[in-house]
C-alpha cells in the first residue's frame, strides 16, 4: 500500500522488540467474535490514475458546459487562482488546529487577519475564527442571544435562507427555545415591519433577519433594530452572501451577525465545506461560540498570536460550554483571507459592482420575455430577483435546460404562497451572451403542451 | 511594513536582520500593515453591461465607507501567505503525534480529485438530474461506510465530528421520543472527549458522569447501577481515549438495551478499528466518524472536517432530511453497475458512465434520474446543515478508500496499532505508564516521574518541538494527571519513530540534568512561550488602523 512507509521486514523487527509473536497479538484484546476474519466489501485497491478516471468520470457525469443561473445560498464567483496555490501548502493544508502556538504562528496570524477583514466588513467590534457555515452560524447565533438576555424565545423572518431556517429549528427544538416565524411584505419583499413588531414580546431573545434576504432584497436593518431594541431583544443578521458587502450598507445596528462566507472565494463544491463566522459586539464577546484567536507577546516581548478566551469552549468548560464546536473552518477562512486581500479596499466594492449590474440587466432582460414579472421591483436589491410566471417554472426552465442553461429556483418549494416565482441570480461571472442566449430561449420557444 | 511599531510588536530590531534570518525566523508584519492605497491584486473583467449607480439602486442601503481592507499586489500576497506557511509545523513536515487527532499523511491526489471541475463547480441546488456524478459518488462513500462501521444507514449532513455527536444524539432522542418518552440522562465516562458532555447538553439532556475502573475502562458494575429508565444513552469512545479497546463492549450493550438505553459510540478512534472489527458487530446503535481523522482529509489548521453519523436501521427513519434514494425513472438505459460485481481482474469503472454525449439533445440524464435526494421524512429529526454536508470532504474521503482497498485498510489499522505500540515498548521504562492495558492506535503516559522533579507534561511537550516534532496531546484524557497522549498513526515509518523515540529519552534524560531547558522550551521557535495570560485578560481580537 503505496500510503505505508514500512517494509515487511520492519514490521517483523519492530514486533520483535514489541515482544509479540504476530500483528494479531496486538488485537487479542477484542473478543474473538468480533473480529473480522475476512475482507472488508469495498472495491478493491485503485492505482492513483484509476482514482483520477474515476472522480473526472463522475465530473462527466455531472455534466459541465451548463449557464447557471442559481444562487439562493451558494454562489458561483471568480476563485482567483493564488487562493488554492496557498491553500494547498503543506504547512496549511496538513497541520493542525493551533494549540501549540509557538509552531503554528502562520495559521494564527492568518486566522487574526480573517477575523480583523470580517469585523471591519460587517461592522462588528469582533468576529470569531469561523463557524461550520451559514445555517449552523445562525442557529449558534441564535443560542448566544438566549444566553445573554436570559429569554427563551426568538422570531425569524420567513425571508431567513429557508434551510438556515430548517437548521435553527433543530437546534432550538431540544434546548426549550420557542423559535417564532413572521412574514414579508408581499409588495416589497422586506420584512413587515408590523408583523415583526407583533410578534416580538417581553420574552423574546433574538430577531433573526437576512439581508440581502433569501429574495435577493436589502432590508432595512436601521428600522428593523429599532424595533427589536425597543422591547429588549437582540438583533440577529444574517448575511447569506457576502460579496454584498462591498456596496451595502454593514448592519452596524445589528448585536450578532452570523455570515456565510462562500462568496469569498471558496468553491460551490456541492454545498460544502463553506465557512460559517460570527461577529458581535464586544460586549458579548464571552458568549461566542467557537474559537478565537487573539494577539499577545512572548517571553522577548514580540507579537504573537494565540488561542484565547478557551474557557467558553467544550475542552474546558464540557457540559457547560457556549457550544459543542471543535473543528472550525480554518483552511476555508483562509481562502476567504486570501481572498479578500486580493480584492481589497477598492476592489471588493467594483466586485459587488458588478455583480449588481449583471443582476440588474438579468432582472430587465428576463422579465421582458412573454409571461414574465419581476416580483418585488421597487425594493433595493443585490445580485439576486424574483420572477413570476404564467408558466410553471418546471416548464419554463425545461426550454432553458435544453440550451444547457439552469434557470432559477422554484420558490414554491418553501413557500407555497409563491406560485410560479422563480428566484435568480447573477454574479460577475455571468455574461451579457448568456443573459441574452436564456431571454431568446424564452422569447423564441414556443409553449410546450 | 511598519517601522515606527512599539517595542512590545514586532519591530525594527528583527527588520534589520534582514535576509540573513531563514524566512522560518523572518519578520512578517500583518497584510494591513503592509498596505499602500492604490496597490491591486486583481482586475475585473471589462462590464459587458450598462453601469450601474449603487446610491440610486440601493438609496440609504448602500455602504458608505469602504471596508478597511488592505491593498496589496500579487506577489505580495504570495509572499505573505507562504512566509506565514512556513511558521507552522504540518504532517508533510514530520511525526504530528497528537493523541485523539490522527494526524496522518493527506494524500495529494484527494486533493487533486476534489477539485475536479465537474464537481468542484456543481451548485447544490442544481437539479437531480444534473448532479448524478456527485451523487454517487456520496452513495458509493455511503456503502463503504456502511461496509467498513457494520451499520445499516448513514448521514454524511454533519460537518464535523462535534456535529456528527449532536446529529447523533438527536437519533437517539426522537427514537425515545417516539417510544414516548424521550428519558432524561445521558451518561458519559469521565475519559471522555469533551466534546461528548458539551453535545448532551445542546441535546437538552442531562449529563451524568461514569467514573472509570482501576484499569481506565467502564465499570460494570457501576453501569449496572446507573443505568435506569431514564437513561437515554451512554456515549462510549471505543477504543477510550486511553487507546484501549473496551473487551466487554457487549457486556456494556447489553445492560443498556435491557433497560432501553443506547449505546452511542465515539468514533475518533476509528483508525484503531477499520478492517478488524465493526462497531455494528459489537453492539453499537449509533456512532460517528471524522472523516478528517481516520479517513485522511487534510485538517487545514482546525477544519474543514465531516462527521457522519451511521446507525442501526431502527434508527434510520429519523435521519437528518434530505436521505439520498435510488430511484429506478422512466429507464431507458441499464441500471449503472454496481462496484460489488466489478470483479479484480476487470479494469472497469466502478460504475456504468452514460452513453450518450453530455450535450446532445438525446442525453439520458435530462430523463432517467437514479439518484436523488428525498426530502419526504416525517420522523426526520430535520436539518442540521444547509444542503448535504462537505461534500469536498467526501471526495477526498472516497479517493482515500479507492487508494486502500480492503486489504490496504486493514494494513493501515494494524501499522497504527504496530506503531503505538513500539512507541510504548521503547519508552515505558522512562516514562509512567498509569495504565497496563493493552494499547491499540495510541499509548498514553503520565509525567509523574518528571513531574517529582519540577517538569511537567506541558513542558516536554515545548521541548519535543526543538527536536523537530509536534508535541503529542497534553494533559488529557482527564483521568490521567499529566497524560502524555501518544498517536503516531500509521504514516509513520520505522526511522521517525526510532528519531521521536530517541528525543523522548533524550528529553527524560534532560528533566533530571537540566531541568531549566526543558522548562523554557521552545528554544529554536521564532517566537517564545507566548503569554496567554495576557491575551485572555486584555483581548487583542482584531487589527486596528
Known sequence: ?449 | MTSDASPSINGAARVTTGKVRPHQTQNESLVFEKSSPGKRGYKLPPLDVPAIDIKALLGSAAREMPAALPELSEIEIIRHFTRLSTWNYAIDLGMYPLGSCTMKYNPRVNEFVARIEGLADAHPYRPDSLAQGALEVIDLLQRCLIEITGMDAITLQPAAGAHGEFTGILLVRAWHESNGNARRKIIIPDSAHGTNPATAAICGYTVENLKSNADGGIDLDALERQVDDETAALMLTNPSTLGVFENQIHKIADILHAKGALLYMDGANMNALVGKVRPGDFGVDVMHLNLHKTFSTPHGGGGPGSGPVACKAFLEPFLPTPVLVRREIEVNSPAPESWETVGDDQPAPLFRAPVAEPNSAEDPRKEHVTLCWDYDRPKSVGRVRAFYGNTGMFIRALAYILANGPDGLRQTTEDAVLNANYIRAKLEDLYELPYKTPSMHEVVFSDKRQAALGVKTGDIAKRLIDYGFHPYTVSFPLIVHGALMIEPTESESLEELDLFISAMRSIAKEVEESPDLVKSAPHSTRVSRLDEVQAARKPILRWRG
Open chain 1, 1 to 449: 500500500m503505496r500510503y505505508l512507509p514500512k517494509s515487511p521486514d520492519e514490521r517483523k523487527k519492530m514486533l520483535a522488540e514489541i515482544g509479540a509473536k504476530s500483528i494479531d497479538d496486538l488485537f487479542a484484546i477484542i473478543p474473538e467474535e468480533y473480529r473480522l476474519t475476512g475482507d472488508l466489501n469495498v472495491p478493491r485497491q485503485h492505482a492513483e490514475s484509476e482514482i483520477i478516471d474515476y472522480f473526472r468520470a463522475a465530473g462527466d457525469m455531472n455534466a459541465t458546459g451548463y449557464t447557471s443561473f442559481l444562487g439562493a445560498g451558494a454562489y458561483r464567483h471568480y476563485r482567483p487562482v493564488v487562493i488554492d496555490a496557498l491553500v494547498q501548502r503543506g504547512e496549511f493544508l496538513t497541520s493542525y488546529t493551533p494549540y501549540q502556538a509557538e509552531i503554528t504562528q502562520g495559521t494564527l496570524q492568518a486566522i487574526f487577519e480573517f477575523q480583523s477583514m470580517i469585523a471591519e466588513l460587517t461592522g462588528m467590534d469582533v468576529a470569531n475564527a469561523s463557524m461550520y457555515d451559514g445555517s449552523t452560524g445562525a442557529a449558534e447565533a441564535v443560542m448566544m442571544a438566549v444566553r445573554v438576555t436570559g429569554r427563551h424565545k426568538a422570531v425569524a423572518a420567513r425571508t431567513v435562507h429557508p434551510e438556515y431556517r430548517e437548521v435553527l429549528a433543530t437546534y432550538a427544538k431540544h434546548q426549550g427555545i420557542e423559535n417564532i416565524p413572521f412574514g414579508y411584505d408581499r409588495e416589497t419583499g422586506r420584512v413587515d415591519l408590523a408583523a415583526l413588531d407583533a410578534a416580538i414580546t417581553s420574552e423574546t431573545a433574538a430577531v433573526l433577519v437576512q439581508s440581502p434576504n433569501f429574495f435577493g432584497v436589502v432590508e432595512d436593518i436601521p428600522a428593523i433594530a429599532a424595533i427589536a431594541h425597543a422591547k429588549g431583544a437582540l438583533l440577529i443578521v444574517s448575511i447569506a452572501e457576502a460579496v454584498s458587502l462591498g456596496t451595502v450598507r454593514p448592519p452596524v445596528e445589528a448585536d450578532i451577525v452570523t455570515m456565510e462566507a462562500q462568496s469569498f472565494g471558496v468553491a460551490l463544491s456541492y454545498g460544502g465545506p463553506f465557512c460559517g463566522v460570527i461577529a458581535a459586539k464586544e460586549q458579548y464577546l464571552r458568549q461566542m461560540p467557537g474559537r478565537l484567536v487573539g494577539q499577545t507577546v512572548d517571553g522577548n516581548g514580540y507579537r504573537g498570536f494565540v488561542l484565547t478566551l478557551a474557557t467558553r469552549e467544550q475542552h474546558i468548560r464540557r457540559e457547560k460550554a457556549t457550544s459543542n464546536i471543535c473543528t472550525n473552518q480554518a483552511l476555508v477562512a483562509l481562502m476567504a483571507t486570501i481572498f479578500l486581500t486580493v480584492y481589497g479596499k477598492e476592489g471588493i466594492r467594483e466586485l459587488a459592482e458588478h455583480n449588481m449590474a449583471k443582476a440588474s440587466y438579468a432582472a430587465k432582460t428576463l422579465s421582458a420575455a412573454p409571461g414574465a414579472k419581476l416580483l418585488f421591483d421597487k425594493a433595493p436589491r443585490f445580485h439576486e430577483f424574483v420572477l413570476k410566471t404564467d408558466e410553471a417554472p418546471a416548464v419554463w426552465n425545461k426550454r432553458l435546460m435544453n440550451s444547457n442553461i439552469v434557470g432559477g429556483i422554484d420558490l414554491s418549494r418553501w413557500y407555497p404562497e409563491m406560485e410560479h416565482a422563480t428566484l435568480w441570480c447573477a454574479t460577475e461571472v455571468m455574461t451579457r451572451e448568456n443573459i441574452d442566449k436564456a431571454a431568446s430561449v424564452l422569447a423564441a420557444a414556443p409553449v410546450e403542451a
